[in-house]
Structure formats: structure tokens, C-alpha cells
């Protein structure tokens, strides 16, 4: 950050400081994006996560600025190309967080997306978030369809399945996923709709899960969300 950036947030207090460091760090990836410099779109994203964890670096600022590298002058091919770079970046440096080593009695979680590989860095966050809860996370990607999830599912009988879909996305239907039993079915993005209640926030979903049991996870379920 600037000298005047520095004596902004100075003045500005902690809650200010936050925003500042938030809005340098999303303006530090559009620029490393527009450049297409990949070491530095990794180096931002460990700092990020350095500096507001993984559940919080993901609604803060990764997700934001990938919205704005979306919306930017960049368009068509281009465009495309530039946002692919920036997610699989990020994503290996996600990936490349811990090793995070569950108990014996550590929750069970699968973690997919369905039928939809645009949400392999989602998923990655979400598998992240929940490994370093102390969760044992088994992450299915994103290119499995409904019927595979559940069929999984109902095979090894974990606690919970967390399902990722953030824009952009086609609006997802769960399916036969729907009819599991004994498994608490956890949404968690934007592109859900708000009658499924998901959850929006990859940091509530790491708040939940380290604060409450998996039953208690999910509310009161409803046509499009079955616990």
C-alpha cells in the first residue's frame, strides 16, 4: 500500500483499515489479471488469504475481483482467457493449504458441483474452509452429475454433501440428490436460488461449521433443500 494509503487507514480506524486493505487487495488482483502476470495473481492470492483466511479472502476479495476481471474492457476470447487464468491460479494455491489432518471423529463431508466445471475453484474454497475446520472432505469436482453425487453418496453415507455453485452458472437442480437420506444437503453460492436457502458466504459456511453440529447446519428443509 501507498505512504497515503497507509496514513487513510491510519486515520480511518480499524474497521476503515479493513476496507482499505480489502479494496487494495481486489485492485492488486485486477491489475495482476490485466497483466496477465500469473506469479503475481498466485503471489496475491497467498497474501489474501494471509491476511483474512480462507473462508473470508473468498467473499472479500477473490470473489469480487473476479467479478470485476469479468465485467472489465477485456471481452470475448480474451476475457474468457484472462478469468481461466485467474481462477486456476488461485485454485493451486488453495490447493496447495495444509495438509489439514482430520480425527478419527472428524465430520465426513463430500464437497461437489453438478455437472458444472466452472465451479472448481468454489469447490476448492469450500473443500479448503471445511478441511481446516477439522472436517475429512472428499472432493468430487465439479464434472459429476446429479445422479453420480447421489449415488456416492447413498454408497459411503457421510454427514453432509456441500454442493458449490456460484455465478457465473447455469441455476442448478438437485435431482435425485433430493431423495438422499441420513445426509445433511449443504448449499452454498450465489447462483442458488433464494427459495433453495443456501448459504451465500464461504466464511458462514466455516462459522457453521465450526459452531454448530452438521444436523444443525442447514434450516427447516423445503422442496429444493433436504436434510
Do not use: Y
Not at 151 to 164: I, K, R, S
Not at 188 to 214: I, T
Amino acid at each position: 500500500m501507498s505512504p497515503a494509503e497507509v496514513a487513510a487507514g491510519v486515520a480511518a480506524g480499524e474497521d476503515g483499515r479493513h476496507v482499505l486493505v480489502q479494496e487494495h487487495q481486489i485492485a492488486e488482483f485486477v491489475s495482476a489479471a490485466a497483466a496477465r502476470n500469473s506469479g503475481q495473481i498466485a503471489a496475491v492470492a497467498e497474501s489474501t488469504i494471509g491476511r483474512f483466511g480462507i473462508g473470508e479472502a473468498w467473499d472479500q476479495v477473490i470473489a469480487v475481483a473476479l467479478a470485476e476481471i469479468r465485467a472489465g474492457t477485456a471481452t470475448g476470447a480474451m476475457a474468457t482467457a484472462t478469468e481461466e487464468l485467474v481462477r486456476t491460479r488461485v485454485e493451486n494455491v488453495i490447493r496447495a493449504l495444509g495438509p489439514f489432518a482430520p480425527s478419527a471423529t472428524s465430520p465426513k463431508v463430500v464437497v461437489a458441483a453438478i455437472d458444472d466445471p466452472r465451479q472448481s475453484l468454489p469447490i476448492a474454497v469450500a473443500a479448503a474452509v471445511l478441511a481446516q475446520a477439522g472436517c475429512e472432505v472428499t472432493d468430487l469436482g465439479g464434472r459429476v452429475d446429479s445422479a453420480a453425487i447421489a449415488a456416492f453418496v447413498n454408497q459411503t453415507g457421510p454427514d453432509a454433501v456441500v454442493l458449490c455453485s456460484w455465478l457465473p452458472a447455469d441455476e442448478p437442480g438437485l435431482g435425485p440428490i433430493a431423495d438422499v437420506s441420513g445426509t445433511a444437503v449443504v448449499l452454498v453460492g450465489s447462483a442458488w436460488p433464494e427459495s433453495a436457502n443456501p448459504l451465500r458466504s464461504m466464511a458462514e459456511l466455516a462459522r457453521q461449521v465450526l459452531g454448530a453440529e452438521l444436523d444443525e447446519l442447514t434450516s427447516t428443509p423445503g422442496p429444493e433443500r433436504k436434510m
